[in-house]
């Protein structure tokens, strides 16, 4: 089969797509990734073949340019109670958020380019980042089977089908729906008409832990989380065995590449002074700080990859993001959570009933807090099992290569051409 992976430019989130194409790419398949130019190398770092297409988004200039502090609090709030939120409420979010991302990272020049190479090359299947619906539209127009990939919790589908209902509510001529207006837009330039399969694709492919996926009532083929960070260069360091318990503090690359440091600041490293520990922090210095701030039981360092450097930790800090928190669970490491954005209040949460670790919310955060958590974490024995029992979980799924079978029925059933 020609197997088409599509995502736009953001590296964290094609990360978790690697292993499934490596995969797929051995059981002898031909594999491209489509993208925007700016993934193009880490694509063929990965050894996989870059398709850039378009031009590059401009996500960070929106966001930059429309200065409300806000969007994100209303983003995190509807995901994680959609189900608490009338019409007006979930209405706004997929309003802002259609024109202030979906549309922005999906940008014309790219989903038209992507429709064309699709012609083109004719791809069987479509394996599209959860946000990238160009690739939907892109399987539309073809004919081809095409697989929504998930890196996070599928928190937007839930809070879409609980707009859906409170929409159904309203009288036809109030019904306004703007994620499918824009992709009905899209999809008309090409000459094809919407259906609720381009939100959802054919079927999703989820990495999350079996026990953290969301029930969205869809055809879901769940596969074993693979940790990939990137082109990697391990330090000597990691080749010994650590003196004392050592700990990770991370905030990710996602939330770096948009502000320019990392958000949990050098500074807050305080909270742990004196505790012995060896602290790895890979933070960047925020306005005003240097890396004199942090503590004397902490080393500084700008990047380490996590599938080095967890495995011989005893816990991890960090703001909850996706690849973090899987590569944690994936090798049985207790996980203290500082969640704010996005869907990580409801990976948080799932996180605390899997006795795996601890949530935070970010709003509550104080320097004691964080301290006192971190000491429970090292010291209670309950949270090394929960992680234990979590990292079972993780291997309980079934590896990349053991559903690339189950892919290729799924493709022979759902395309329409060839």
Not at 11 to 29: D, E, I, Y
Not at 147 to 164: I, N, Q
Not at 242 to 258: D, E, L, M
Not at 295 to 307: A, I, L
Request: with cysteine; aromatic share 8%.
């Amino acid at each position: 089969m020609r197997i088409l992976f599509v995502t736009h430019a953001e590296k964290t989130h094609f990360f978790s797509m690697v292993p499934l194409a490596w995969a797929l790419r051995t059981a002898g398949h031909e594999v491209r990734v489509a993208t925007q130019p700016d993934l193009a190398e880490g694509v063929s770092e990965a050894g996989l073949t870059a398709v850039p297409l378009g031009s590059d988004h401009r996500w960070k200039q929106v966001m930059e340019a429309n200065q409300d502090e806000e969007w994100p609090v209303r983003v995190a709030e509807a995901v994680t109670h959609s189900a608490d939120l009338g019409h007006d409420e979930l209405l706004r979010f997929f309003d802002e958020t259609t024109e202030r991302y979906f549309r922005v990272v999906n940008n014309d020049e790219f989903l038209d380019a992507l429709v064309e190479y699709s012609r083109w090359w004719k791809p069987d299947l479509i394996v599209w980042e959860q946000f990238t619906w160009a690739g939907a539209v892109a399987a539309q127009v073809t004919g081809a089977a095409h697989a929504r990939m998930l890196w996070g919790a599928d928190v937007v589908t839930r809070s879409r089908h609980d707009f859906l209902a409170r929409l159904a509510e309203r009288p036809e001529n109030e019904r306004v729906d703007p994620l499918r207006d824009w992709l009905t837009e899209a999809l008309a330039r090409h000459g094809a008409a919407f259906d609720e399969t381009v939100v959802n694709g054919d079927w999703t492919i989820d990495t999350n832990p079996p026990s953290h996926r969301i029930d969205n009532g869809l055809t879901v083929v769940g596969v074993r989380y693979v940790p990939y960070n990137g082109r990697a260069v391990l330090p000597e360091w990691l080749a010994a065995e650590p003196a004392k318990p050592r700990v990770a503090v991370t905030a990710g690359i996602s939330v770096r590449s948009y502000f320019g440091f990392d958000i949990f600041g050098i500074s807050a490293l305080q909270a742990f002074a004196g505790l012995d520990i060896e602290l790895i922090a890979t933070l960047l210095p925020g306005p005003g700080e240097s890396v004199d701030d942090a503590p004397e039981n902490t080393t500084v360092v700008d990047f380490v990859p996590m599938h080095g450097l967890l495995p011989t930790c005893s816990a991890v800090i960090h703001i909850g993001g996706a690849g973090v928190q899987c590569t944690a669970a994936y090798y049985g490491v207790p996980q203290m959570i500082l969640p704010g954005l996005w869907d990580t209040k409801v990976r948080g949460a799932l996180l605390d009933q899997s006795g795996a670790g601890i949530s935070v919310p970010a709003e509550q955060f104080t320097p004691e807090q964080v301290r006192e958590n971190l000491v429970r974490l090292l010291e209670d024995p309950a949270f090394r099992e929960g992680a234990a029992a979590l990292r079972k979980d993780v291997l309980a799924a079934p590896s990349p290569n053991e559903v690339v079978p189950v892919l290729e029925d799924l493709t022979a059933r759902h395309r329409t051409t060839g």
